[in-house]
Each structure stands twice: as C-alpha cells, then as structure tokens.
C-alpha cells in the first residue's frame, strides 16, 4: 500500500458529517429527478484515467524548468507516485509508459510493484521526436516520414521495439504521435510525406497482437511550423482506414487550432467506430498542456456529453476507449495538478451521465433550441462533487485527494527520500 489506510481514514474522519451533508442533499434531489444515485456512483467507481508516466516532474518549457524536488528519479519511482495518487482518488490505476524514456531493467518488479499498487499498463508511447544517444542516423527531417530509408527503418523497429515492451507489461496498446512534419512550404512534397508514412505504418501495424490497437495522434503543428504529416482528425481517420481495425484515432484535446469544435471531432470518430481514446489536457493557446478542465470545462463536459450519448446508442460500435491524461507545466506540484485533472475528466462525465438524452433527443427533433440549451447547462451546472468524494469514500479512498496530499505531507517526505535536486527522468 503506498498509503497507509489508517491515515486516509483520519482524514475523512475529519471531514465526514460535512461531506454527509452535501452528500444527502445532492441524493435527494437527483432520487427526485429519476436517477439512480448508487448507479452513478458505480459507474464513477469504475471509471479509471491512466497517469502518463511523464507527467510527474515538473515539465518545464523550452525557456526554463523549476522543478519542486522530490521527483521521481527512475521507473520503480514514478510507479510509487502513481501508487500514491491511486491510494488517494482510486481513479489513477493505470500508467502511460513512454519508451526508451521508461525502458523497464526488470520486467517482473516492475511488473510487481505495478501489481502492489493495484495499477495496470495502458498504451505505450514510442518517440521518434528526439534522437537518442549513439543514434547512427537522425529524426532531424522525419522518422517514419523520412526520406531516407534507413531512417524509416529505424523509426520502423524502435516502434516494433516498443510494443515488445508493452507486451511483456500487459499493455494492449501502441501511441503513436509523430513529430514529421516541414518547416517552409516547399519543402516536403506532402503526397509522397503521406506514402512514406503510410508504408512505414504499414510495417508497425502488421508487428501489432491480435488483440492490440495503435492509436494515432494528430496535431497541426509544433515541432514544425508550417506542416506536420498527421495534421488533424481527418489525417489521422485516413491513415486508420487505410491500415485496418486496430487502427484508431487519438484525441489530444491540446492538438487543435484555437476555436475547433472538437466534440463533433469527438462523434464523428465515435461514429466511425474510429476513436481510440484521449489524452486530456487543457489550453487556452495552443498545445499549452495545461491541468484538465482548468480552462474549458463546458468543453470537456461537451465531449464527455458526446461520448456517453454515443455509448447509449445502438448503432454506435466502437473499441473500449483508453482514458489518459496528457499534461505537462511548471508551476505546480505535479501530483495536485494529476489529482485535479482526474478529478475535473471524472466531473465532466458525471454531469454528462446527468443529461436527460431523451428530453434532449426531443428537443433536437422539435427544433426547440432553447430547451436543448437548458438540459445541457442544467447538467453542466450541477454540482456533482459530493459523488465523487461518496464514489471515493466507498472505494476507502481519501474524501479531498489534494487536502489529503498536503495533510498527510506526501510531497515534504518525497523531498526528505529523494532530495531537493532531484527531476524527473524523460523531457
Ligand atoms: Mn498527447
């Protein structure tokens, strides 16, 4: 146990007839609106977000970093914060690896801590975006893009590499979020860009288990400027149909020009059958990586509205989603911005759960516009916290994670064990 439960308990103890309080009122009226608050609460209890195994240092930009101390210094490490977060929420148990950043040295601890802390291993994340150390040939103008055969190649075998690596872990998916792209019109042919990619694609998928998927992350822009290969949804939704069904779509809610209507984005893959998860994240620019929910909550919400509509719809049929979060930043402890990032993804989809989808098809069919507004904004602006702390109580997790964290002085004794110095291995 990363925590002892002892101490959760203490806290909650401190904190339970407030909570009982809110708790009831809430129940009340949703018992009186036809929901089934325990129905709510189970489905809150089982909904687990994994935690990118990069998200736990400080991240930094490209003008500085300022980490915190007490950062995880090796794989066993960032597992242990994992464990941590999961004792306080029991909503983190899975990790996002990224290779060769979290090569494991020993499969079967690794796998066993991991097992200890009641986590389990959701896709793994190649990278071809920076060249490794003693690399013969470079990712400077592409990798599975590339020009050069012998660069494909390589990018080829270390993404084969990496899901020899999440077989061993139990993973069940590869992400795969490709840097190529060109910095000045003319310099790539952008058909022969998408061939090149396609191809080498190709090779990756074929090295794919039966029952794996690969994901594939679009973002318009950033390493490169003026063009990147899989720009947008369309991009990616390309590639997928070219490759076959285990080949699906990532939404990086950070990867879309400002303004996008990224929950139609979201539908349409749904739709498709195409949609192979998320990584969470917010932005008020661009790919600011921001702490989830932090700027656009009726955006998540929106999303979040989209998928649970579609799950309820028979004609709907689509692969289990992989549920990650994907943000990086520099100012905060890292571990409070992961709590308050699983727990803004987990309001957003119990107030999704709250939306009366047959008043709302109603209203959609009567072009009753205002009504439609209404049953979105009621949903939306319902307080649900009080569920999650009863969904945390119930599964003897911590009643405020954060309030529980700085308590309990979790990050004071990760500096006392691992030093004022110490950053988190990987950017
Ligand atoms: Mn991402």
Redesign the pocket.
Known sequence: MAIDKVLIDQHNEKQLSLHKKKFQTLFDILEDEGHSVDDLINKIKAFQIAIPSWALGTGGTRFGRFSGGGEPGSLEEKIQDIGILHALNKSSGAISLHIPWDIPKDINIIKELAADNEIVFDAVNSNTFQDQKDQEVSYKFGSLSHTNKAVRSLAISHNIEVIKHGIELGSKALTV?LSDGSDFPGQQNFRKTFHRTLDSFHHIYDALPEDWKIYI?YKPYEPHFYSTVVSDWGSSLLFCQKLGDKALG?V?L??HLPNTNIEQIVSRFFMEGKLGGF?F?DSKYGDDDLTVGSIRPYQLFLIFNELVEGMSSPEVKNPKLSWMI?ASHNVKDPMEDLLQSVEAIKIAYTQALLVDQNALEKAQEENDVTTAQEILQNAFRTDVRPLLAEARLRAKAALHPISAYRDLKIRENLVKKRGTKSMATGL
């Open positions: 979020w992350e990532l990086d950070g990867h990584h994240n994907d």
